[in-house]
């Protein structure tokens, strides 16, 4: 998977491209980190129009970067998703945990 930010008007926007399943989860974890440690980020973005499959294992790691957000007084927003993402995420329930533009 490939992941790549950028901060601006304390938005942070990850783009994530590829597929999103474990084997991003190391990657994930750190960039997300940074994120959400760096002083100027009120919003983290992720932006899923390039991930082609997600998997339990995202959803399980979207789900435990909300958890660190809030205890960071972050917000996490999903946005550009594609149809078949947005599809996961609708039967997963998870326009109720997260703002999905």
């Known amino acids: 998977m490939q992941i790549s930010f950028v ?9 994530l491209g590829g597929r999103f399943d474990f084997s991003a989860h190391r990657d994930f974890r750190e960039r997300t980190e940074q994120l959400l440690q760096h002083a100027g980020v009120e919003t983290v973005d992720i932006d899923l129009g390039a991930v082609t499959y997600l998997d339990s294992s995202a959803l399980g790691m979207l789900l435990m970067l909300r958890d660190k957000a809030k205890a960071a007084e972050r917000e996490i927003r999903l946005s550009n998703c594609s149809v078949p993402v947005r599809q996961v995420l609708d039967v997963a329930n998870f326009q109720k945990l997260f703002q999905i533009d």
Request: no cysteine; hydrophobic share 55%; aromatic share 0%.
């Open 7 to 15: 901060i601006a008007d304390k938005v942070a926007r990850l783009s």
